[in-house]
């Protein structure tokens, strides 16, 4: 049986662009459950990325077909799966015209800062697919629906380590004796994440120029991999990353963890970030359909419940692992990145919560699931994929034929 909170939707169409992916397929399950008409637009190129670099995630999903299938079989619920590159725009605009979203989700970008920074190829290929790609989408609402509400996914990691607090999208200055309230300075640390400033930009300059609805996620790291729907059947599993291109330090640390692995703590493991449980991304951006933005509003929200140092993540996961009898030794590797090791932090997060977001907290309870998820499936772990995979330092300007 599937649960659902009865939460009203009022039939909203929900259209997921990335929705085979991890966030987005969480998601597309967590609305359809509640009642939204879910359309789910992916042209299914994570997959092809594991393919090419010979990747796999720890858990074996099915394809993207059998997913919707098996959702409708066991929930009564349809969702719509067009597999369409939202770089085509023409194929895009025939997806969005025949569906008639009110509301429109954008995770569909190629998220992995390592990736990004494999080779100029790579690098070009991110910020084309994500910056393109984005503008395709807004056009798309401009011409078809201007009251489509757009919600994309930007991330924390567009602000940077600036040695001040970060706000939620905007900081006032005073300069000179004048006062004004301006977009929060951006400092992205690879190409991806610039390629989301990037968006940041296109967005905020649209919802002035055509009025457009838009609301920016930025959202902090993911860890996890069950919600209410992914564990209905197993067939709806979700993707769990943990090689050193795609996978993100919490997630890859549990794995870590369960294989006996030292975990790897880049440099001095100081880098702090926000970070929240897959349960909550699904939910806040329920909240953020459920209260759109209003047209011609740019609208930021920190997406994250609790900020971490690599170090405290490492602790924690050596303490929790303990517990379970796994002996986690915790080593410090060289830094593959270009980044700030140790350095002041205070991100604000307050805006999803007044919303009503409750959050799902990193407590020991969570951290035992998570490890007895990953005790679960460990036999899938292939040890090599875990290395840190590639160096901001080195990015080459020669064709991609990285291999992991
Ligand atoms: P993912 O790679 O698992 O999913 C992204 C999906 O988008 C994939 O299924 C991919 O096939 C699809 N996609 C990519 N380019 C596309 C295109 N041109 N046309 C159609 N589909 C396309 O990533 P994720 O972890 O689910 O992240 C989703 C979004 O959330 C991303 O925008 C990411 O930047 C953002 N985000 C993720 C995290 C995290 O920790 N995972 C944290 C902050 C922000
Ligand atoms: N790190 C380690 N050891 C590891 C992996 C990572 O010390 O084994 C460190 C990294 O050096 C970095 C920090 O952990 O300082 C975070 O790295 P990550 O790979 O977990 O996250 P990141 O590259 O920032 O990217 C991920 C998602 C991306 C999203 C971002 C949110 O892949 O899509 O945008 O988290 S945020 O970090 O807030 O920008």
């Not at 409750?358 to 460990?378: C, D, I, R, T, V």
């Amino acid at each position: 049986t599937i649960p659902h909170n009865g939460t009203s939707s009022s039939n909203r169409r929900v259209m997921i662009i990335g929705g085979d992916g991890y966030c987005g397929w969480a998601t597309a399950l967590h609305l359809s459950a509640r009642g939204y008409a879910v359309c789910i637009v992916d042209n299914l190129v994570r997959r092809t990325y594991d393919i090419q670099l010979g990747l796999d995630t720890l858990t074996p999903i099915a394809t993207a077909q059998k997913r919707v299938q098996k959702w409708g079989e066991i929930s009564g619920k349809h969702i719509e799966l067009e597999i369409c590159d939202i770089c085509d725009y023409e194929a895009f605009g025939e997806v969005f015209r025949s569906f008639k979203p009110d509301a429109v989700v954008h995770f569909g970008e190629q998220r992995s800062a390592p990736y990004s920074m494999i080779d100029r190829a790579r690098a070009v290929y991110t910020q084309h697919n994500n910056v393109i790609g984005n503008i395709n989408v807004m056009f798309a609402i401009k011409e078809f629906n201007p009251d489509c509400h757009l919600v994309k996914l930007g991330t924390m990691g567009e602000y940077g380590t600036p040695n001040i607090d970060i706000e939620e999208g905007f900081i006032t200055i005073t300069h000179n004796g004048r006062t004004d309230t301006l977009p929060y300075p951006k400092q992205g640390n690879s190409f991806y994440h610039l390629s989301k400033v990037h968006d940041s930009h296109n967005i905020h300059f649209a919802t002035k120029a055509w009025k457009l609805a838009a609301t920016d996620l930025n959202q902090g790291i993911v860890y996890g991999v069950k919600t209410e729907e992914t564990v209905a059947d197993p067939v709806l599993i979700n993707r769990f990353d943990y090689d050193g291109i795609f996978g993100t330090a919490l997630n890859r640390f549990v794995i870590q963890a369960a294989v006996g692995h030292p975990l790897t703590v880049y440099g001095k493991g100081g880098q702090t970030r926000g970070f929240l449980d897959i349960r909550d991304t699904v939910r806040c951006v329920q909240l953020a359909i459920d209260t759109p933005a209003d047209r011609g509003e740019f609208r930021v929200f920190n997406q994250f419940t609790e900020q971490f140092s690599v170090n405290d993540i490492a602790k924690i996961v050596n303490r929790e692992g303990d517990k379970l009898g796994l002996n986690v030794q915790v080593s410090s590797v060289p830094n593959p990145r270009v980044e700030a090791e140790e350095h002041y932090y205070n991100a604000k997060h307050s805006k999803l919560e007044e919303l009503g977001l409750q959050p799902h907290l990193l407590g020991e309870n969570l951290m035992e699931s998570l490890l007895g998820f990953a005790l679960e499936y460990k036999d899938r772990v292939d040890l090599n994929l875990i290395k840190p995979a590639v160096d901001w330092r080195t990015t080459s300007s020669a064709s991609g034929t990285k291999t992991a």
